[in-house]
């Protein structure tokens, strides 16, 4: 009977934790919203001033090339952020589905326990390797934006 209570306990903290975590994605994905939106702004002001600007026109192709690709990646982002926070979601609701069924057979909860913990170190396995994978190529985008301020840091 204490495994039980200890499970549905742990299975209590987990749905918390996955809620914060779906709020902690949500103010996430506006700060992108607004990053998006931002450099959206950006993007047009270099179109404008490189209709303006005819001496300049490689510079501000360039830079108009940048944004877009920051535009892109943000995006992008954007778009894992929300996958991310429906797969919290789903989460969260099948450990409210676990806690229902947990007043069910015991050994029928014992699997369901098993599972859901299964599950939820695959999700943290993927969740490490996209973030992982995020901060590789936010790095490469640091590496080129320095690169293209700087060519002389290139050479060095």
């Given at each position: 009977?204490?495994?039980?209570?200890?499970?549905?306990?742990?299975?209590?903290?987990?749905?918390?934790?996955?809620?914060?975590?779906?709020?902690?994605?949500?103010?996430?994905?506006?700060?992108?919203?607004?990053?998006?939106?931002?450099?959206?702004?950006?993007?047009?002001?270099?179109?404008?001033?490189?209709?303006?600007?005819?001496?300049?026109q490689?510079?501000?192709?360039?830079?108009?090339?940048?944004?877009?690709?920051?535009?892109?990646?943000?995006r992008?982002?954007?778009?894992?952020?929300?996958?991310?926070?429906?797969?919290?979601?789903?989460?969260?609701?099948?450990?409210?589905?676990?806690?229902?069924?947990?007043?069910?057979?015991?050994?029928?909860?014992?699997?369901?326990?098993d599972?859901?913990?299964?599950?939820?170190a695959?999700?943290?396995?993927?969740?490490?390797?996209e973030?992982?994978?995020?901060?590789?190529?936010?790095?490469?985008?640091?590496?080129?934006?320095?690169?293209?301020?700087?060519?002389?840091?290139?050479?060095?």
């Amino acid at each position: 009977m204490q495994a039980l209570t200890d499970a549905i306990t742990g299975s209590q903290r987990e749905q918390e934790l996955l809620e914060k975590r779906i709020g902690a994605d949500s103010g996430r994905r506006a700060a992108l919203q607004k990053a998006v939106a931002d450099l959206q702004k950006a993007l047009e002001e270099a179109e404008q001033e490189l209709s303006v600007v005819s001496d300049g026109q490689s510079v501000a192709s360039e830079q108009s090339s940048r944004l877009s690709e920051r535009l892109t990646a943000l995006r992008m982002e954007a778009a894992k952020l929300e996958a991310e926070r429906a797969t919290a979601k789903s989460s969260a609701e099948q450990l409210r589905g676990l806690e229902h069924a947990m007043r069910g057979d015991r050994e029928q909860k014992l699997q369901l326990i098993d599972r859901y913990t299964q599950e939820a170190a695959e999700l943290e396995k993927t969740l490490q390797a996209e973030q992982d994978k995020l901060a590789g190529q936010d790095a490469a985008a640091q590496a080129r934006h320095v690169t293209s301020y700087c060519p002389d840091v290139a050479h060095k």
